[in-house]
């Protein structure tokens, strides 16, 4: 078993920066490939990033690219997600997920979710 803790979401207005963060327990972190996911109201679960067990290669959808930021500190269990230049259209559930394997893009293929966590940036 892996449990997640997001934390760090919050009211943002746009233009402005935020940090989420995500506490893993249970399993031995480093041999997991991490991601971030978002969900919006009427829309579905989308991908945001995802970073390598090792942190050495990253991934982002094109509309956070050179936007957002995910690293991953294996010697305090955690990952991060810092987003700058937030726009409204950014508002969402944030989510992060493991797996014990690659990174991917897939969220079916992610086997350990947290509760998410709000941000709302406004205009």
């Known amino acids: 078993q892996v449990q997640l803790v997001e934390s760090g979401g919050g009211l943002v207005q746009a233009g402005g920066s935020l940090r989420v963060s995500c506490a893993a327990s249970g399993r031995t972190f480093r041999n997991y490939a991490m991601g971030w996911f978002r969900q919006a109201p009427g829309k579905e679960r989308e991908f945001v990033a995802a970073?390598?067990?090792?942190?050495?290669?990253?991934y982002y959808s094109d509309s956070v690219k050179g936007r957002f930021t995910i690293s991953r500190d294996n010697a305090k269990n955690t990952v991060y997600l810092q987003m700058n230049s937030l726009k409204p259209e950014d508002t969402a559930v944030y989510y992060c997920?493991?797996?014990?394997?690659?990174?991917?893009?897939?969220?079916?293929?992610?086997?350990?979710w947290g509760q998410g966590t709000q941000v709302t940036v406004s205009s």
């Open positions: 997920a493991a797996r014990a394997g690659i990174a991917t893009m897939r969220k079916y293929e992610y086997d350990y």
């Open positions: 970073i390598t067990w090792s942190g050495g290669s990253t």
